[in-house]
């Protein structure tokens, strides 16, 4: 493995682990959404800030692309608080608009610079390694690797400062205000912290796929744990997981990095979706199958001991009489009896289903009695 290629890697994880942090907050405070209307709107603060600077270079084109951010959430609040347009539709109104006149901007007075809409919404991360940051004639590294190592500790820090504040605003905001917390300000705060982010990580991955890797490591982990301290921890995990499997496909397809990288995220999700232990899809079907055959299970032995010592015992303890009673799938039946001998509710005997001791009483205890 080259250098290049371990510096690829660094950065694509500190990259996709300083969104996933922030983006814990925004998926518990269901506000996905104004991620992606973020992320985007973002290149109207960077389109003004090249227009007054005249170079991409500039830091005021981060401090512009910020407050268009913060903009971005104010607008959309102001919309909401009028009660006549729903958050949803707010960020559909608010996002296009902004996003609109950045594209007009730059068709008009930035055609010719490295600000293309392209650019910006894909982003390249194999370019990183050749931006380098010297100082004194001193090659330091990657100049991405400083600043989205920057935006981390930013990330970290505020999320360590204000924890429990964050915690309790998102996730009972009237209590919070209640104990003087001031959640709006903290809300506005954390928003900046996200278009900070949002707009250090689209050099290297682009606007769009900033979201996916905002969203999907953090929503994976929040169906692997109800602890926001664990959904942190994993989200990190997670994402870097992502960006290093990313790196690694798109070396063995020759792909986009940042665009194996979100496809990675994607995948991660799915698979978690799937097979997460208490919320994956897989084992809650196979939890209701269970379920559902403990239950035919208990109306067995209930049935079994309601016909127990009468003359009709003979017939209704027959499998083949059973299945036909209760209307149970050859299949079906087959599962529940096995289930019922292997708990020790039934025995056979003669061709006939007997009830044990253990089936009796919960047979019994399934009546009330």
Not at 196 to 224: E, N
Request: with cysteine.
């Amino acid at each position: 493995m080259s250098w290049v290629e371990v510096e690829l890697q660094m950065v694509a994880v500190i990259v996709a682990v300083t969104c996933a942090l922030p983006g814990v907050f925004l998926v518990l405070r269901r506000m996905a959404l104004m991620s992606d209307a973020i992320t985007h709107t973002v290149l109207l603060g960077i389109v003004l800030g090249f227009l007054y600077t005249g170079t991409i270079e500039s830091p005021v084109l981060m401090i512009g692309a910020a407050l268009t951010g913060v903009l971005t959430v104010a607008l959309v609040e102001v919309l909401v608080r009028t009660r006549l347009v729903r958050q949803d539709a707010s960020i559909g109104l608010v996002f296009p608009a902004l996003f609109s006149i950045a594209v007009i901007l730059i068709n008009r007075y930035a055609g010719n610079v490295h600000l293309d809409t392209d650019a910006v919404l894909l982003g390249e991360i194999a370019f990183a390694p050749f931006r380098r940051l010297e100082i004194g004639g001193v090659d330091l590294g990657p100049r991405t690797l400083y600043v989205m190592g920057t935006v981390l500790l930013l990330n970290v820090g505020f999320i360590t400062l204000f924890y429990k504040e964050l915690k309790l605003s998102t996730f009972d905001a009237q209590l919070a205000a209640a104990l003087g917390f001031a959640p709006a300000a903290l809300h506005y705060a954390f928003m900046s912290l996200v278009s900070v982010t949002a707009v250090g990580a689209f050099d290297a991955v682009g606007s769009i796929l900033v979201v996916a890797l905002m969203i999907a490591p953090p929503a994976a982990a929040y169906l692997l744990s109800d602890s926001l301290r664990n959904v942190l921890l994993l989200s990190v995990l997670l994402a870097a997981a992502c960006a290093v499997a990313g790196f690694w496909l798109a070396w063995l397809i020759d792909a986009s990095i940042a665009g194996s990288m979100a496809s990675m995220a994607g995948i991660m999700f799915v698979l978690v979706l799937l097979f997460a232990p208490a919320r994956g899809l897989v084992p809650i079907a196979v939890r209701r199958r269970r379920q559902q055959v403990s239950f035919a299970g208990v109306m067995l032995t209930i049935h079994l001991l309601q016909h127990e010592g009468t003359p009709q015992a003979e017939e209704e303890s027959r499998e083949a009489h059973l299945r036909h009673h209760l209307r149970w799938p050859g299949a079906f039946a087959r599962r529940v009896l096995r289930y019922a001998e292997t708990s020790r509710l039934i025995r056979r005997s003669d061709g006939r289903l007997l009830l044990t001791d253990s089936g009796r009483s919960v047979a019994r205890q399934a009546l009330g009695g």
